[in-house]
């Protein structure tokens, strides 16, 4: 089965206007190499480096030699394992009238965004990659990327078992490869607890004294457990909103396992039927609508609100200068709430909309309506269709058709 993601490439094209390299960074399997090999499959000219492979890294243990001649596009594929190539980068990135771009692939690690935002700065742009999102996968089929989660290999699985098993495998192919590569020691069962109580944390508020004491650290430690799994595109960091109001408001941020299918695999739960009886379902619909809001936005400029008193608003987002809220009601038929109310008035909202699992779109109030989940594309894009906002890279405004997206990374 094929994916269709020309948005995805659409990013990496739009920010080629800009710069003449481009990092596409995002967590190992989510698409980043197949989606190299679509936009490699439009240019005349492509040279293709893949450094987990020993015939490439001979071919860079010499890289001004090698890449100096080549023009066209040049793809390197898990740059981040030879980080000595981003000074070599940067003398190439600098010859003038230069006709060679280059596409860095890599798994986030802290080593490779320093060196990034240090050595090749003004240089190159970033574009996140992540799993499938909403506008990528057929019409109906948002429960099952809901409960499988975004990584290709696991939405595309034959059937549920065969997801939850190749999610599994992720998790601990992550933990006891892949971190070790990226450079961080920590134990594999150390950070997997960490990562699991993320998960039954899920979409509350960050306690660092509270995790400290579960897992016998420190705070730092935990901070640094969290730190990483967020570096890694694991776990999204959701921050607080707080201004001037005559409210004492939450300055701590709430955390969400940023992929529902890894979430769902940390609870143990590989089935619909497993997931709708668990008492995670609630935070697990909020974590999937934010994740499909924001992947669609393509924004950092994100956060939720919430005061001592009770009041709060699960998204809030800030397009064009005006503020628009976002509540996730897993129930048939939401109605409004006092808090909703609140919400409206003190962060003067241009409009909240609830997000519930029903069928209908229907007005609550004059700024308050109720929308399905499955709307969310259709909504979000007309938003961002209308003449008073505009956006970086223009997404939309210039779809590179045929851009089709396989199994793997």
Known sequence: MLIDRPIAVNRVMAAYRVHPAIALLGPRQCGKTTLARIIAGNEPEVSYFDLEKAVDQRRLENPEQTLSPLKGLVVLDEVQRQPQLFETLRVLLDRPDSETRF??????????IRRTSETLAGRIGLVDLSGFDMTEIPSGQWQTLWQRGGFPRSFLAPDDAASAL???????????????????????????????????????????????????????????????????????????WHENLKKRQVKSPKTYVRDCGVLHALLETGSFSALSGHPKIGASFEGFVIEQILSILDTRNASFWATHAGPELDLLVSIAGKRYGVECKYTEAPGVTRSMRIAIRDLQLEHLWVVSPGNEEYELDEAISVLPVWMIPQRVQSLLARPDVSRMSEPEQSIVGDSMVTLGD
């Not at 596409?103 to 490779?112: I, N």
């Open 103 to 112: 596409l860095l692939l890599g798994s986030a690690s802290p080593a490779l």
């Open 166 to 240: 190749w999610r599994e495998n992720f998790v601990r192919t992550f933990l006891e490869r892949d971190i070790p590569q990226l450079g961080i020691t920590i134990p594999a069962e150390s950070l997997r607890r960490f990562w699991t109580m993320i998960a039954h944390y899920h979409g509350q508020v960050w306690n660092a004294s509270e995790f400290a004491r579960a897992m016998g650290t420190s705070e730092r430690t935990a901070r640094n457990y969290l730190d990483i799994l967020q570096g890694a595109y694991m776990v999204r960091v959701l921050t607080p």
